[in-house]
T-cell receptor, first 113, second 113 residues
Framework: GAVVSQHPSRVICKSGTSVKIECRSL??????MFWYRQFPKQSLMLMATSNEGSKATYEQGVEKDKFLINHASLTLSTLTVTSAHPEDSSFYIC?????????FGQGTRLTVV | QQQVKQSPQSLIVQKGGISIINCAYE??????FPWYQQFPGKGPALLIAIRPDVSEKKEGRFTISFNKSAKQFSLHIMDSQPGDSATYFCAASIPSSASKIIFGSGTRLSIRP
């Protein structure tokens, strides 16, 4: 099956700093990737659609200047949380599309202290 | 507006019993209905999926029942095992973006030995 890898799996950063999370499709090319956010014991909420070679499409209520998405190649999308604050602490998950199906990464636990 | 409603929020089933999770949707444009299984600290994994042209799909111990007229679908786990203890999400997507997944609120399933 298709494999999607996220890095890092866990990250702790200081308030005010920026953190970059990578999402890679290991054995297929993905023109579209998606970024989700999940708070404890809650569902996954779609944040944005990452399109290779073009600007990301953000869901309503998601600050595009805070959550920078770059999809520079067919196998890599990055999410940068800028000027992170404790309320940004969450589980961030990406997915990549192949054959009309979504395959998810293992997630990144971000803790802002 | 919650597009996919899921119940119950949590469920406890004895080993060997049948686990049943229900979902309802509002958007008639949805045409792909996957179920995901998520273990703590991990990304969701596709379990089974159905399209509205069939009323039932079975894969091993997992069965999806689909009622198009009622806009409802459910997951049945037969012979439930302790290893099935996880959070289950129903989901849906539209034809133009099959991998843009809209998740239900999730059900925390615990299988008692």
């Amino acid at each position: 099956g298709a494999v999607v890898s996220q890095h890092p799996s866990r990250v702790i950063c200081k308030s005010g700093t920026s953190v970059k999370i990578e999402c890679r499709s290991l054995d297929f090319q993905a023109t579209t990737m998606f970024w989700y956010r999940q708070f404890p014991k809650q569902s996954l909420m779609l944040m944005a659609t990452s399109n290779e070679g073009s600007k990301a499409t953000y869901e309503q209520g998601v600050e595009k200047d805070k959550f920078l998405i770059n999809h520079a190649s067919l196998t890599l999308s990055t999410l940068t949380v800028t000027s992170a604050h404790p309320e940004d602490s969450s589980f961030y998950i990406c997915s990549a599309d192949t054959g009309g199906k979504a395959f998810f990464g293992q997630g990144t636990r971000l803790t802002v202290v | 507006q919650q597009q996919v409603k899921q119940s119950p929020q949590s469920l406890i089933v004895q080993k060997g019993g049948i686990s049943i999770i229900n979902c309802a949707y509002e958007n008639t444009a949805f045409d792909y209905f996957p179920w995901y299984q998520q273990f703590p600290g991990k990304g969701p994994a596709l379990l089974i999926a159905i399209r509205p042209d069939v009323s039932e799909k079975k894969e091993g111990r997992f069965t999806i029942s689909f009622n198009k007229s009622a806009k409802q679908f459910s997951l049945h786990i037969m012979d439930s095992q302790p290893g099935d203890s996880a959070t289950y999400f129903c989901a849906a997507s539209i034809p133009s973006s099959a991998s843009k997944i809209i998740f239900g609120s999730g059900t925390r399933l615990s299988i008692r030995p």
